[in-house]
């Protein structure tokens, strides 16, 4: 199948300079084949993508959600973190059945999708049901289950969380095209006991996958860290061999120079998850101080019920915003920068980088098309700059998973809205009497 996409305005993301005005996309089946002014010679597509003078960029990577928290949004806001997690979302969540997640994250998918989102790093349980979901829409994502132990006692080996993380990876890892891949899903420090993650370290290596862990969210996580064992979180997930993983660190709000020096000497991608961060007054990350220092950062909405949206055109514009206001410092993360954040650095963080986050041949084909036809992109002195400070998430039009399309005109192809929203209703009506 080769599908051609013309009058493109392409924002290849394989450098600032390389934007191609009035361009062509060749795909076939699911990789990109061909990027250019001119149109491809000797390929003759069956289906043909007329932007209309759109912009056409590489989808847009979600690198630390809980899609199916869309089920709780606007259910307990304006809280501190603990009290939030503890008191209001972990009692409400043990009363969330198999089929809730199902459809809770078919409609987080449906609004990520909406923003422009092609793939996405997920961790919750019930993760069965989101591998269905992401399967059945044909949407990228890496999957982890959340694993918590509070009780240094439990043999880990008996572990549900654990085994249901490793049944996850060997029935999904690779399935669906290689859309889906499998990471394990320590939540935190203060919610793993230290023999705990050690064993979780070992069984990541087994399995040669990789971690998805919160860091340093809040003040408190830190200071409690110090106080139980003498170590910022950084130092003690450093010292229980977490890093030695491949790892995705959401947050690192609170992070000391030596933190920093830690995870760069380890690798460790950090997911700068601004809206969460500043609904739940967790802080501001230091991400200029670590962008400089060569720590790739990628960006996250966290769940719904901290956000309370999956909406990543609102993460690009917050990440490009905050740095310049907090330090005083305009030319701090420029437009471009937050772009890379959303698409290249997401694409490193889950060790997907040879295959997206740029439009370029041998990459998968997984784009977007934003309508570029609206008030707030007039007039269009810089593409770039409109993308991050202008672009809203209405915008996004079209959007391609391995060159299917998965979402056309703003119309989903394989997703029935109508059932999506009567099933919600349903379960939210419920939810107040379990
Ligand atoms: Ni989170």
Redo the contacts with the bound molecule.
């Keep these: 199948m080769n599908t051609l996409i013309k009058n493109a305005n392409i924002i290849t993301m394989e450098s600032e300079q390389k934007v191609i005005k009035n361009g062509y996309v060749g795909i076939t089946d699911d990789r990109i084949v061909y990027v250019g002014e001119e149109l491809p010679e000797d390929f003759w597509p069956q289906r043909i993508l007329d932007c209309r003078g759109g912009a056409v960029l590489p989808g847009l990577i979600n690198a ?3 899609s199916p928290m869309v089920l709780l949004r606007s259910y307990a806001d304006d809280l501190p973190l603990q009290e939030w997690l503890f008191n209001r979302i972990f009692p409400v969540e043990d009363k969330l059945t198999s089929e809730d997640i199902y459809w809770a994250s078919m409609l987080g998918t449906m609004e990520m999708i909406r923003s422009g989102i092609t793939c996405f790093a997920d ?1 919750y349980y019930f993760m069965d049901e989101v591998a269905k979901v992401v399967s059945k829409v044909g949407i990228r994502a890496n999957l982890s289950r959340g694993l918590q132990c509070f009780d240094d006692n439990i043999d880990p080996l008996q572990d549900r969380r654990l085994l249901e993380n490793e049944q996850l990876f060997k029935d999904w890892e690779g399935e669906s095209n290689g859309r889906i891949r499998v990471f394990l899903g320590p939540h935190s420090v203060y919610t793993c006991t230290p023999s705990y993650l050690e064993y979780i370290v070992d069984l990541a290596q087994r399995l040669g996958t990789g971690i998805h862990i ?1 860091v340093s ?1 809040t003040l408190k996580e830190n200071e409690e860290c110090l106080e139980k064992y003498g170590k910022t979180p950084v130092r003690h997930l450093y010292d229980h061999g977490i890093f030695n993983c491949p790892s995705i660190a ?2 690192c709000v609170h992070v000391s120079e030596e933190d920093m020096s830690l995870l760069k000497e380890k690798n460790v991608s950090v997911v700068y ?1 601004p809206g ?1 961060n500043l609904k739940l007054g967790s802080g501001i990350a230091p991400v200029t101080s670590m962008m400089e220092r060569g720590i790739n950062v990628a960006l996250g909405t ?2 719904a019920s ?1 956000n309370n949206n999956l909406n990543m055109f609102e993460e690009i514009h917050l990440a490009a915003l905050l740095s310049k206001g907090v330090k005083q410092q305009p030319t701090n993360i420029k437009a471009y920068e937050a772009l890379e954040m959303a698409t290249v650095n997401g694409a490193k963080a889950l060790g997907w980088d040879k295959d997206i986050g740029m439009i370029k041949p041998g990459m998968k084909a997984d784009i977007i098309i934003v309508n570029l036809n609206k008030p707030h992109f007039y007039p269009m002195h810089n593409i770039i700059s409109n993308m991050v400070y202008s672009a809203q998430a209405g915008d996004v039009e079209t959007l391609l998973v391995d060159g299917k399309i998965i979402m056309d005109k703003g119309e989903f192809k394989t997703i029935d809205e109508e059932e999506v929203y009567y099933n919600i209703k349903k379960i939210g009506k419920e939810l107040a009497y379990r």
């Design positions: 630390h959600t809980h961790m919160h969210e959401a947050h998850n969460s966290d769940g901290s």
